[in-house]
């Protein structure tokens, strides 16, 4: 099964694919780690954004997409951007997407616990979070 971690920090979403099959993790190189975006108060740009992600799931053959789950309300809460980012992810036809809770996440990661750090695996060290809802995921 191959996934897409998404975690959304500002005016970006961070992305990690993640393939398991037969019980092991494979990492497949992606063109692109993260997409930002620079107007997201424009539509244009909202639409940009939603195109450009949808192409590289189709590019990928991702099947599921899985957004770690943000506050909506408190000191730690997602900003707006964010949320029109979410959004526009889970409008895209033909994606499965999943907004996996940090308490889903914790207990999965209790249960399969990682045996590596994204650094050791050739990804980016601000893809570590996308990774961990991707692999988190994937052990559910």
Not at 48 to 59: V, Y
């Amino acid at each position: 099964m191959k996934v897409c971690g998404v975690e959304l920090k500002g005016n970006e979403a961070i992305i990690c694919l993640v393939n398991k099959s037969d019980g092991m993790i494979d990492l497949p190189d992606c063109r692109v780690a993260k997409f930002d975006i620079t107007e997201p108060s424009k539509t244009e740009s909202i639409r940009d954004f939603q195109f450009k992600f949808k192409k590289l799931m189709q590019d990928y053959q991702i099947e599921t997409v899985v957004i770690k789950e943000r506050l909506m309300k408190g000191k730690f809460a997602g900003g707006a951007v964010g949320f029109k980012l979410e959004a526009a992810i889970q409008l895209i036809d033909d994606i499965e997407v999943e907004v996996l809770t940090a308490a889903d996440q914790k207990a999965s990661l209790k249960r399969a616990p990682e045996m590596v750090r994204v650094k050791e695996i050739g990804l980016k060290g601000y893809q570590q979070e996308a990774y961990e809802a991707a692999y988190a995921f994937l052990n559910l």
